[in-house]
Nanobody
């Protein structure tokens, strides 16, 4: 089995910064894309950013220029640096990983979520 554990959420004032981390552990051969999604109350879960094993990145329009995703393949860890935070960024942030448990078995896993609250 595979577990994703997020950390780094919290309460911050508008204009501030936070850094989220997500560590994958368990039966892992390799990890393809890792990413961050968020879900605000009453809204659908949306992509924040994702990153391939090779480092190619993709961002949601609302966070471009403010958030930066990165990863450490040796540590099976993905990070999300969030700058210039706005109240609209308030949500539960979820880590997602496409994990190869063997070269032929691929599954998608989600973390339990971490709350980010931005006060005005």
């Amino acid at each position: 089995q595979v577990q994703l554990v997020e950390s780094g959420g919290g309460l911050v004032q508008a204009g501030g910064s936070l850094r989220l981390s997500c560590v994958a552990s368990g039966s892992i051969f390799s990890i393809n894309t890792m990413g961050w999604y968020r879900q605000a109350p009453g809204k659908q879960r949306e992509l924040v950013a994702d990153i391939t094993y090779g480092g190619s990145t993709n961002y949601g329009d609302s966070v471009k220029g403010r958030f930066t995703i990165s990863r450490d393949n040796a540590k099976n860890t993905v990070y999300l640096q969030m700058n210039s935070l706005e109240p609209a960024d308030t949500a539960v942030y979820y880590c997602r990983a496409e994990v190869l448990r063997t070269p032929l078995i691929r599954n998608t896993y989600w973390g339990q979520g971490t709350q980010v609250t931005v006060s005005s």
